[in-house]
């Protein structure tokens, strides 16, 4: 929650190679998860408030990954309440999946204002892009995977231009990884020396 506005934050957090890549990720980040890294992102899902939120892609990976798995994870990401965020899809077979047809940033921002705890979003493709574009995303956590690869780029063109501060950064929770963190520079800062 934040405590400046007594809303939700919304946390975004995303693989990404060494040059920038977060396009299928399962196909080169497989072998760098370990349990640590499955520890760590379990804690930030009961964190959360039980409310994480996805565009259709990542919808369509997870729900296609998570329902027959087992294990603490898999069991809290199965249970918890999830939103897909889709124009053309019609219904979510995964548990607690509900899907919005609605302007994403307008149904983010005012899921924001719900009372709870953090709002998740996985990855960066065209919803973590609008909710960026939007100024929604509270915290960026990137987890960098030390490979080079072809694929998508974190960032489509002609993304806005936005600032952050490097809150945090150190080793990731499996062997090779590097964990940053940030947080938007509001524009009232940008510049002011502060």
């Keep these: ?6 809303s939700r934050r919304l946390v975004q957090t995303a693989l990404v190679s060494l040059n920038g890549v977060i396009g299928e990720p399962l196909r080169w980040a ?4 370990g349990p640590g890294s499955a520890q760590h992102s379990l804690e930030v899902l009961r964190r959360s408030g039980a409310m994480m939120l996805m565009g259709r892609g990542t919808y369509e990976l997870f729900s296609g990954q998570w329902p027959a798995a087992t294990g603490p994870y898999a069991e809290h990401i199965n249970a918890m309440k999830k939103y897909v ?22 149904a983010v921002a005012a899921l924001k204002n719900t009372p ?3 709002l998740i979003v996985y990855g960066h493709g065209r919803f973590g892009q609008t909710l960026w574009d ?16 072809d694929g ?3 960032h489509r063109p002609g993304a806005l231009p936005r600032s952050w501060e490097l809150v945090g950064v150190g080793p990731g929770h499996d062997p090779g990884l590097a964990v940053l963190t ?13």
Excluded: I
């Excluded at 965020?85 to 307008?106: G, H, K, M, R, Y």
């Excluded at 940030?182 to 502060?194: C, D, H, I, K």
């Design 1 to 6: 929650m934040n405590a400046m506005t007594g």
């Design 30 to 33: 497989g072998p760098y998860f």
């Design 85 to 106: 965020f889709s124009s053309t899809l019609q219904e979510a077979d995964w548990s607690n999946t509900s899907v919005v047809a609605d302007d994403p940033a307008q």
């Design 116 to 118: 709870g705890g953090d």
């Design 134 to 149: 939007a100024g929604l995303v509270d915290e960026l956590t990137l987890t960098v995977v030390p490979v080079v690869v």
């Design 152 to 154: 998508a780029p974190y």
């Design 182 to 194: 940030y947080r938007p520079v509001r524009p009232e800062r940008v510049g002011s020396g502060s």
